[in-house]
């Protein structure tokens, strides 16, 4: 067990709903990062949140959007859902903002599927 | 772009013999290259991480490789057993946000 927690474990919406994705760190960390996992491709990083800040930007679409709580929790929300946006979501924690030695934790991932 | 390529994408050894998992970087800069290992139905774990100022490391039964100047680093699995069938992910990083996974090994190792 990794110490990040996140739920829904599954979700299962219509096409142009909305949905939020929770995510709780490791206790101490203060960085969260949430990850899109398709089918056929690998991890693609959306967004990090560090200390409640918003840190570095991936690949995140305009339709989602995301924010770290003051008790360092964070929320992934999903918005306009296409069939596309159907995945793993995970979520990973670290101890600091990001720096070279710091180790990324994740968490057992959302399953959205969008029908 | 950055990119991280890795091979196979599906590997299946008999237990007991050894598995080789090969992962190329494209960013001269990355200096941190972790492996994590998925098993269904849950989220990637750390198993082994390497940094650029170290050629090998070991930890048990797995080891990984890297060479900076052609830029690939490999594992190493050796003495396979049932328990190490998983999608096993190769990363390179220059700090956390910016990690580059490969795109995954299918491993199944047969009893």
């Known amino acids: 067990d990794s110490g990040v927690t996140q739920t829904p474990k599954h979700l299962i919406t219509a096409t142009g709903q909305r949905v939020t994705l929770r995510c709780s760190p490791r206790?101490?960390?203060?960085?969260v990062y949430w990850y899109q996992q398709s089918l056929d491709q690998g991890l693609q990083f959306l967004i990090q949140?560090?200390?409640?800040?918003?840190?570095a930007k991936g690949n995140i679409l305009e339709r989602f959007s995301a924010q770290q709580f003051p008790d360092l929790h964070s929320e992934l929300n999903l918005s306009s859902l296409e069939l596309g946006d159907s995945a793993l979501y995970f979520c990973?924690?670290?101890?600091?903002?990001?720096?070279?030695?710091?180790?990324?934790?994740f968490g057992s991932g959302t399953q959205l599927s969008v029908l | 772009g950055e990119n991280v390529e890795q091979h196979p994408s599906t590997l299946s050894v008999q237990e007991g013999d050894s598995a080789v998992i090969k992962c190329t970087y494209s960013d001269s800069a990355s200096n941190y290259f972790p492996w994590y290992k998925q098993e269904l139905g849950k989220g990637p774990q750390l198993i082994i991480d390497i940094r650029s100022n170290v050629g090998e490391k070991k930890d048990q039964r797995i080891a990984v490789t890297l060479n900076k100047t052609a830029k690939h680093f490999s594992l190493h699995i050796t003495e396979t057993q049932p328990e190490d069938s998983a999608v096993y992910f190769c990363?390179?990083?220059?700090?956390?946000?910016?990690?580059?996974f490969g795109t995954g090994t299918r491993l199944k190792v047969l009893a």
């Open positions: 990973a924690s670290s101890v600091g903002g990001g720096g070279a030695k710091e180790k990324l934790f």
């Open positions: 206790s101490g960390d203060l960085s």
């Open positions: 990363a390179a990083s220059q700090g956390t946000y910016k990690y580059i």
């Open positions: 949140y560090y200390n409640g800040e918003e840190r």
